[in-house]
């Protein structure tokens, strides 16, 4: 009885050391290929041929008189438009209209957002010089508040001293 139980595990272990080989081959059939295609001498032949752009068209053409004409560029089409200087953020006014700040005035150095219920809040703040900058508040695209503060070292805003 001993003998036939040791018969059977050594018959499970060779099925088992079969099975592990047959699966590792399958698994890494395509490492062995591409470690294999390194380790030659020849090179790897590519799955996919290069892609090589079509060859331009260059055509040359020879003068042999001794006169060079001068050659004259083109003029080009276009409109010319003149950009306008933006007015300083210091003449903001309370009332003003968000698209008349976005058209009138440079871009602010920084814009918060946030939505207060139906009121969209903006805060624009614009850095007039080094130490100085322009609070602007726009609720539903009108400037409600502006305020001018100063700054230690853009963008950190020192707020003013309460009157």
């Known amino acids: 009885m001993r003998n036939l139980g040791n018969i059977f595990l050594l018959g499970l272990a060779v099925l088992i050391v079969l099975g592990v080989s047959v699966f590792r081959t399958q ?4 490492f062995q ?12 032949k590519p799955s996919r041929p290069p892609v090589r752009p ?3 068209v260059v055509s040359r053409r020879v ?3 001794k006169h060079v004409s001068a050659v004259v560029a083109p003029k080009p089409n276009g409109v010319v438009t003149v950009d ?4 300083a953020p210091d003449s903001i006014e ?9 058209q009138d ?3 602010p150095a920084v814009m918060i957002s946030s939505r207060d219920g ?4 903006e805060t624009y703040i614009y850095l007039v010089s080094r130490n100085k900058a322009t609070v602007v508040r726009v609720v539903n695209d009108l400037v409600t508040s502006v305020q001018g503060t100063r700054t230690v070292d853009p963008p950190l805003l020192v707020s003013r001293p309460a009157k």
């Open 27 to 30: 698994i890494f059939s395509g």
């Open 33 to 44: 290929r591409s470690k294999s295609a390194l380790m030659s001498s020849q090179p790897a």
């Open 54 to 56: 079509p060859a331009a």
């Open 63 to 65: 003068t042999t008189s």
């Open 84 to 87: 306008e200087p933006k007015q």
């Open 94 to 102: 309370v009332g003003m209209g968000k698209a008349t700040l976005h």
């Open 105 to 107: 005035y440079p871009p």
């Open 118 to 121: 139906h009121r969209f809040r």
